[in-house]
Nanobody
Framework: QVQLVESGGGLVQPGGSLTLSCAAS????????MGWFRQAPGKQRELVAT???????HYTDSVKGRFTISRDSAKNTVYLQMNSLEPGDSAVYYC?????????WGQGTQVAVSS
């Protein structure tokens, strides 16, 4: 089992920035990838960003150039730096990890972009 604890969500004005954190604990050996999904009301959950155990990153097109995913292996923590936030980025953001073919999820953190 992998436990994931997220933090860093909140309310921000358009054009502002937020950084989300996701700390992993438990059976962290063998985690292949970690990242973030998001889900807005009435919409499907979408993959936002992923970082693999090898350090490769992937972003959905709508956040490229604005969001950066990174990790601190010593702290078993993944970060999502979000810049130039837009109202369309408003959603619940869920951290996930993929380990031996099994996805684990955090509880979600709300991000609201509004003036």
């Amino acid at each position: 089992q992998v436990q994931l604890v997220e933090s860093g969500g909140g309310l921000v004005q358009p054009g502002g920035s937020l950084t989300l954190s996701c700390a992993a604990s438990g059976s962290i050996f063998g985690i292949n990838a970690m990242g973030w999904f998001r889900q807005a009301p009435g919409k499907q959950r979408e993959l936002v960003a992923t970082i693999t155990s090898g350090g490769s990153t992937h972003y959905t097109d709508s956040v490229k150039g604005r969001f950066t995913i990174s990790r601190d292996s010593a702290k078993n923590t993944v970060y999502l730096q979000m810049n130039s936030l837009e109202p369309g980025d408003s959603a619940v953001y869920y951290c996930y990890s993929l380990r031996v073919g099994v996805h684990y999820w955090g509880q979600g953190t709300q991000v609201a972009v509004s003036s």
